[in-house]
């Protein structure tokens, strides 16, 4: 743990040891006087042969693990809404029989599938968002498909 007894030390490694002087004393290994005569010992020492005897009969202290990487959790997927708002427009030109329901229908039906094979559970009420926007996509297809056959039907 010590360098060379011949190095000098810093300030920060005299603080070093008196913090672990000061641990020692609450966990009642040094008396208060003990304590101080130990630490004007520490403040008094100019190399680490000088340093160490001030904790020689000390239990090395327990180092702290090495802080954990914080990553953020993945944003949460947005297929399940888009997915039930294209179901929902699917649903809206279906008597104005321009094309829209089909593409809006087939884009929703496509999205709503690959939202349930992923992670839609993440999404609060994913799934249900996902099987709306299905559900609401297949009626806008056929909703499309029966206006485009009354429109060829009279023609």
């Known amino acids: 743990m010590y360098r060379s007894p011949h190095v000098r030390v810093s300030d920060a490694d005299r603080e070093v040891i008196v913090a672990q002087l000061s641990a020692a004393t609450a966990e009642g290994r040094l008396t208060i006087a003990e304590f101080s005569e130990r ?3 520490a403040y008094a020492s100019r190399t680490w042969g000088e340093l160490s005897t001030v904790v020689y ?22 297929l399940p809404l888009l997915a039930m708002i294209f ?9 104005v029989g321009f094309g829209l329901s089909g593409l809006t229908g ?14 839609a559970h993440e999404v609060p009420n994913g799934r249900g ?18 206006v485009f056959g009354v429109i060829f039907s009279w023609s």
């Open 39 to 41: 630490s004007q010992q």
């Open 106 to 119: 087939i884009a929703a039906i496509v999205l709503g599938a690959r939202s349930l094979r992923g992670p």
């Open 87 to 95: 179901g929902i427009v699917s649903l809206i030109p279906c008597g």
């Open 129 to 146: 968002m996902a099987l709306t926007g299905i559900l609401c996509g297949t009626l806008g297809i056929i909703g499309q498909v029966v």
């Open 57 to 78: 009969d000390l239990p090395l202290p327990v180092q702290a693990p090495p802080p954990q990487a914080y990553y953020p959790p993945p944003a949460a997927s947005r």
